[in-house]
Nanobody, 118 residues
């Protein structure tokens, strides 16, 4: 059974930083594209970033490119999202996602909440 367990969310002041982690279980992590999606309260899902199985091909939503960095450690089955210069608009639940062979989302984590507020 696939499980994606996120951690690292919390309350941070504007301009601060957080690093989210996601550990994958029940599948061959090193073979999967992975990514992050977020959902702010009352809004739809917003794609944040993705990277390929080896971590060499990376995509980041344009407005977040200068502030967010996605990475992975396949030896630890872990995906990361480093977020810097956080803004109140970044407040959301952040979900780790596993991509399937057709680059669709096949698995989701339970989410970790990020609140950016003074």
């Amino acid at each position: 059974q696939v499980q994606l367990l996120e951690s690292g969310g919390g309350l941070v002041q504007p301009g601060g930083s957080l690093t989210l982690s996601c550990v994958g279980f029940g599948f061959t992590f090193r073979d999967s594209w992975m990514g992050w999606v977020r959902q702010a309260s009352g809004k739809g899902f917003e794609w944040v970033s993705s990277l390929d199985a080896g971590g060499g091909t990376i995509f980041v939503e344009e407005s977040m490119k200068e502030r967010f960095t996605i990475s992975r450690d396949n030896a630890k089955n872990t995906l990361y999202l480093q977020m810097t210069r956080l803004k109140p608009d970044d407040t959301a639940i952040y979900y780790c996602v596993q991509y399937g062979p057709y680059l669709d989302f096949v698995s989701w984590g339970q989410g970790t909440e990020v609140t950016v507020s003074s």
